[in-house]
C-alpha cells in the first residue's frame, strides 16, 4: 500500500501554530497519524515545530491540504508519496 506523507516545519511557532492547528482540524478527516516534535521544556520551548502526517484522501484532497500549509506565513512543507516496494 503505497503512503502519503506531509511533513510541516513552522517557524515562529508560538504565533503560527494557531492558524496551523486550525487548517488541520478542518481538514482532519484526511489524517491518519499526526507526530508532533518540539524542542524545549517550560520556559526553554524552541519556536520551531515539526509536524509529520500520514494522510489519507484523493490525490487532489491531499495536494489541496499541502498547498494550504504552505501559503501560511513561517510554515514550510513537503507533499511525500512513497510507494509499496512490494
Do not use: F
Amino acid at each position: 500500500m503505497d503512503k502519503t506523507v506531509l511533513i510541516i516545519l513552522i517557524g515562529k511557532r508560538k504565533d503560527t501554530a494557531v492558524k496551523v492547528q486550525q487548517l488541520l482540524t478542518a481538514w482532519g478527516c484526511l489524517i491518519k497519524t499526526r507526530l508532533g516534535i518540539h524542542d524545549g521544556i517550560l520556559d526553554n520551548c524552541s519556536d520551531q515545530g515539526l509536524l509529520i502526517l500520514e494522510l489519507y484522501g484523493t490525490k487532489e484532497q491531499k495536494d489541496e491540504l499541502a498547498r494550504k500549509v504552505s501559503l501560511i506565513d513561517g510554515v514550510s512543507s513537503k507533499l511525500v508519496e512513497l510507494e509499496d516496494p512490494k
